[in-house]
Structures are given as C-alpha cells and as structure tokens.
C-alpha cells in the first residue's frame, strides 16, 4: 500500500540547518510528482515545496525561497528537504505527499526552531 515515512527532524537553534528524508513505497515513485507539506500548531497544512518527475521543475512558497532547496532521488524513492538558515516560524511539523494519492499521509516529523 502507499506509504510515506518522513524523518531528520528535531530542535535547532535559529539560523541552523536540518535534512528531512521522506521514505516512499506502495506506488510508482519515479512518475510522481511530490511535495513537502508543513503544520504549526493550531493551524492548517501548508504547502512548502513541490519537485516535478525528473527534478527540473521545483517550486517553493515565497517564505522558504532561498533557504530550502527539495530534491529527490529516483532510485532511492526518497525525498528529500535541506532546511538552512531556519528561523522561529519554521517550527511545524512536515510531512511529504504525492497529489495522486491526496488521503495517504505519513506520521511526519516535527521540526522545532527555538529563537
């Protein structure tokens, strides 16, 4: 079945750096494409950053631009999130997603930034 297993989270000081893997199985991950996700306490899933099939075409939302860079590897079916220069309001809890399978979320993993 799909599944998606995130890790590398944990608590970093302001202006540090953090690795996120994602773990994909169940599915064809090399013709997906795939997105990191992030959730603060008390409010709704944000989309973070997305990477088409062959790694090319890589979108970010405007607060993470020039700090976070996605990639992925094909034959690893793993995704991963370089997080650099984290600040307070990145502290959430991030999960990875494939569009074409929008009910299947893994347990995450929870990044804290103390400032």
């Known amino acids: 079945q799909v599944r998606f297993v995130e890790s590398g989270g944990g608590l970093v000081q302001s202006g540090g750096s953090l690795r996120l893997s994602c773990q994909a199985s169940?599915?064809?991950?090399?013709?997906?494409?795939m997105k990191w996700y992030r959730q603060a306490l008390g409010r709704e899933r944000e989309l973070v950053a997305t990477?088409?099939?062959?790694?090319?075409?890589?979108d970010y939302v405007p607060s993470v631009k020039g700090r976070f860079t996605i990639s992925r590897d094909n034959v690893k079916n793993t995704l991963y999130l370089q997080m650099d220069n984290l600040k307070p309001e990145d502290t959430a809890v991030y999960f990875c997603?494939?569009?074409?399978?929008?009910?299947?979320w893994g347990q995450g993993t929870q990044v804290t930034v103390s400032s």
């Open positions: 997603n494939a569009p074409r399978f929008p009910t299947y």
């Open positions: 990477i088409s099939i062959n790694g090319r075409g890589i």
């Open positions: 169940g599915f064809s991950f090399e013709t997906s494409i």
